[in-house]
């Protein structure tokens, strides 16, 4: 079985940084995909941004120019580095990853439950 668990969310001051971590661990063979979304109450989940199993990324509209996605791929951890955060930006940030299971080889799909962010002064 897999798990993440996402950590590092924080109250930070308008305009300031964090990096989110994303630990993976379990029963794992090959990390196909990490993607980063947040939530905030009453809406859908939104989508960030990605990173394949080869480490190309892709950020979508609300995170392009401000937040990074990388990985250390020795630790199965994946980060979201967030800067010049405003009030907006406040919200749950989960990780979700898709891969391969060691033993059968068969897919998962994971969630883990979030870690929350409040940018205010």
């Known amino acids: 079985q897999v798990r993440v668990v996402e950590s590092g969310g924080d109250l930070v001051q308008p305009g300031g940084s964090l990096r989110l971590s994303c630990a993976a661990s379990?029963?794992?063979?090959?990390?196909?995909?990490v993607n980063w979304y947040r939530q905030t109450p009453g809406n859908t989940r939104e989508l960030l941004g990605l990173?394949?199993?080869?480490?190309?990324?892709s950020h979508t509209d609300p995170a392009k120019g401000r937040f990074t996605i990388c990985r250390d791929k020795a630790s199965n951890t994946t980060y979201l580095e967030m800067k010049n955060l405003s009030p907006e930006d406040t919200a749950v940030y989960y990780c979700?990853?898709?891969?391969?299971?060691?033993?059968?080889?068969?897919?998962?799909?994971?969630w883990g439950r979030g870690t929350r962010v409040t940018v205010s002064s």
């Open positions: 379990g029963n794992i063979f090959s990390i196909n995909v």
């Open positions: 979700n990853e898709i891969g391969q299971e060691l033993t059968t080889r068969a897919s998962y799909n994971v």
């Open positions: 990173i394949s199993s080869i480490g190309m990324t």
